[in-house]
């Protein structure tokens, strides 16, 4: 897998723990990717050791190559990698390889609906994939229900974004759901609860529907029995686990 070197050109945090990175190949190169797919940061421990953690590539692009590589860092108590990216200044660089990873929609699909499930960080590649999205309700008429998990409003990532593109795109609906602390204006497909509430409300249909899961380990696995039991075939429902790591 291609390794390369990336310099950080833009930053803006989130939420009060998640850092938005935007950065650029040094070499000039694009990078090509599917939206779903991600890359990984190669660093040292403070003894020497050599380490990488994966992040998801969150950039909206209009092609397979984007000259601005975007990801989502959730800032992890002790963490290495937290060391390293909550201290980069625009300007610096660091080494990455990629991209990685199958979490992407699939040519050779025929359902009519997608259920889209994320908590935290999660969320990310389906906003790289919000053009295919966008497509495919346009030439095949496909449904699209993302299902977003977070404690507060304060840590509902990209929420504005998938608000506009919601009333923009007739098949696409958010439902934003707030595990402690409801919005103090609500809109029309909150939740107050977890994203398996949300879930189960969209009543999931075998005959129609393929899931795609990503966040949470314990999210991803609760969320994968249910639809297991709703009569959702195993190779339906396809899954991504974000686990933090010191």
């Known amino acids: 897998m291609e390794q390369f070197q990336l310099r950080l050109v833009a930053s803006h945090m989130l939420a009060p723990a998640v850092r938005h990175m935007v950065f650029e190949r040094v070499d000039g190169q694009a990078f090509a990717f ?72 699939q040519p050779a699909d025929d359902n009519p609906r997608y259920l889209l499930v994320a908590t935290g960080t999660g969320v990310t590649p389906y906003r790289a994939m919000l053009p295919q999205i966008r497509e495919l309700t346009r030439t095949r008429g496909c449904r699209f229900a993302l299902v977003y998990g977070a404690r507060s409003e ?47 409300d969209l009543a999931p249909d075998p005959a129609q529907d393929i899931a795609y899961l990503c966040g949470n380990p314990d999210m991803v696995d609760e969320c994968f029995t249910l639809l297991k039991e709703a009569g959702l075939p195993v190779a339906r429902i396809r899954r991504e686990k974000y686990v933090s790591a010191r």
Do not use: M, W
Request: proline residues 5%; hydrophobic residues 40%; glycine residues 12%.
């Open 34 to 105: 599917l939206p779903g797919q991600f890359i990984q940061i190669h660093f040292h421990y403070a003894d020497g050791k050599a380490t990488k953690r994966s992040y998801s590539v969150g950039t909206v692009g209009d092609g397979g190559a984007v000259q601005r590589l975007e990801i989502a860092v959730s800032y992890v108590d002790g963490g290495a990698a937290t060391a390293l990216l909550s201290t980069l200044d625009e300007g610096e660089t660091l080494q990455a390889s990629g991209p990685y990873g199958r979490f992407c929609l």
């Open 154 to 200: 304060a840590e509902l990532l990209y929420g504005d974004e998938f608000e506009a593109f919601a009333r923009e795109v007739p098949g696409f609906e958010f439902h934003a759901c707030f595990s402690r602390v409801p919005r103090a204006v609500p809109r029309p497909h909150d939740r107050n609860g977890r994203v398996q509430v949300a879930l189960g």
